[in-house]
């Protein structure tokens, strides 16, 4: 099956969210890809008055890096898998490497962890879980995963691209329930919604964050974030981004190219959605919520209401990262390699520094004093910013 989008936001979030040979799922098979125009001229970097002294702290090389894998940290510990399956775990502080183990296979997501017990998904559709540099078992899943594995209580929960959430036994690898949810044919090749909330395990289920029962996957609430639209099945496409922001029992998560929504999350209520053009997560905090348009537009709502707070144009079509809010700063990264640190109150630039000219391959994670990033070459850099 071909799929192409129509629109520039979704030929840009195409591009920069699942890459040069994107493609879009069809149920466990993967579709053909279509072209895209040539990718817009990214804006040059304005000058500004820094505010803020940053300096390296430590770094590492961890090997070549792509969307959708992701950086972990639980424990004290920070944990990276690199396209190849170099599984690296890290003292979070330090930088100091603590075990590494090559898992001699491609991998589509990951990683999890809970800093002892990690988890990895192979192209080849395999859960792995390792455990102090030791694969410890092996699971065979339904279908393709780009989100990484969720390890919590004891237990691996997975996200499958049709829709399925299984949960295994941490120590064995059994099986112990599985979910599946039907809907749209078609399923973003990018990493989606699975995390914990409470007692719940949350969920990204096409345009619909749904808590469920980690003991046995019975849903509690589910509330809608995004809607289909459009008049064929690319145009329907529909599904939730990785990257919530969290304050309280107000979680705000992002519909692909469709809305941004915040919910009550004891109650399984909406309290507020806002049309939005983005393809990356958010981040916020008590009083103001953070995203970035596919086009490179910074933007701010106010938690409460929804309501615009300020836009910045000055990073359009940079190739933005999802914004990073944490200790008081908000960071984010762009894909020639530069790292920006945003004043909350207006959005102007009060600092940046660039990494390397690979991009940045990930959020920017905020880990005592530092933030952390790696690039798409694998460049596990710790800055700090005072």
Same mark, same amino acid.
């Given at each position: 099956m071909i799929?192409?989008?129509? #629109?520039?936001h979704f030929f840009q979030a195409w591009r920069q969210s699942i890459g040069a040979s994107s493609?879009?799922?069809?149920?466990?098979?993967?579709?053909?890809?279509?072209?895209?125009? $040539?990718? +817009?001229? +990214?804006? !040059?970097?304005?000058?500004?008055?820094? =505010?803020?002294?940053?300096? *390296?702290?430590w770094s590492s090389q961890v090997g070549p890096i792509g969307s *959708?894998?992701? %950086?972990?940290?639980?424990?004290?510990? %920070?944990?990276?898998?690199?396209?190849?399956?170099?599984?690296?775990?890290? &003292?979070?502080?330090?930088?100091?490497? @603590?075990?590494? %183990?090559?898992?001699?296979?491609?991998?589509?997501? /990951?990683?999890?962890?809970?800093?002892?017990?990690?988890?990895?998904?192979?192209?080849a559709n395999e859960l792995i879980a390792v455990s102090e540099g030791k694969e410890i078992w092996r699971a065979k899943l339904p279908a393709l995963s780009l989100t990484a594995p969720l390890v919590a209580g004891g237990r691996v929960f997975v996200l499958t691209a $049709?829709?399925?959430?299984?949960?295994?036994?941490?120590?064995?690898?059994?099986?112990?329930?599985?979910? =599946?949810? #039907?809907?749209? *044919?078609?399923v973003l090749k990018q990493a989606g919604i699975l995390t914990t909330f409470q007692d719940n395990l949350m969920v990204g289920l096409s345009g619909r964050m749904v808590a469920m029962s980690p003991t046995n996957g019975v849903i509690k609430w589910e509330v809608a974030i995004g809607s289909s639209r459009g008049t064929n099945e690319v145009e329907r496409l529909v599904d939730l981004v990785v990257g919530v922001s969290r304050v309280n029992n107000v979680v705000c998560a992002r519909a692909f =190219?469709?809305?941004?929504?915040?919910?009550?999350?004891?109650?399984? #209520? &909406?309290?507020?959605t806002r049309a939005a053009q983005g393809h990356v997560g958010?981040?916020? &905090?008590?009083?103001?919520?953070?995203?970035?348009?596919?086009?490179g537009k910074l933007l701010a709502w106010q938690r409460h209401s929804g309501q615009a707070a300020w836009q910045t144009e000055a990073f359009k079509f940079r190739g933005l990262t999802a914004p990073s809010w944490a200790?008081?700063?908000?960071? %984010? /990264? $762009?894909d020639l390699g530069w790292l920006h640190w945003i004043d909350t109150s207006n959005g102007q630039t009060i @600092?940046?520094?660039?990494? $390397?000219?690979?991009?940045?391959?990930? !959020? +920017?994670?905020?880990? /005592?004093?530092?933030?952390?990033?790696?690039?798409?070459?694998g460049l596990l850099q710790a800055y700090r910013a005072e």
């Open positions: 799929a192409s989008f129509k #629109t520039e493609c879009l799922l069809f149920l466990l098979a993967l579709g053909a890809c279509s072209s895209t125009p $040539d990718k +817009p001229v +990214p804006k !040059a970097l304005s000058d500004f008055k820094s =505010q803020l002294t940053v300096t *390296p702290a *959708p894998l992701t %950086l972990n940290l639980a424990s004290g510990r %920070l944990a990276v898998v690199n396209n190849m399956g170099l599984l690296s775990v890290f &003292n979070a502080e330090t930088g100091v490497l @603590a075990w590494q %183990l090559e898992l001699n296979s491609a991998i589509a997501a /990951g990683v999890g962890g809970d800093g002892q017990r990690y988890a990895v998904i192979t192209k $049709d829709r399925t959430i299984l949960a295994f036994d941490g120590a064995s690898g059994q099986n112990l329930w599985r979910q =599946q949810r #039907t809907g749209d *044919p078609l =190219q469709t809305a941004v929504t915040c919910v009550d999350a004891v109650k399984g #209520t &909406n309290l507020w958010l981040s916020g &905090n008590e009083s103001l919520l953070f995203g970035a348009e596919s086009d200790e008081g700063q908000l960071v %984010l /990264g $762009d @600092a940046r520094v660039q990494v $390397d000219n690979s991009g940045l391959a990930v !959020a +920017p994670l905020r880990i /005592g004093k530092n933030w952390v990033t790696v690039t798409k070459n």
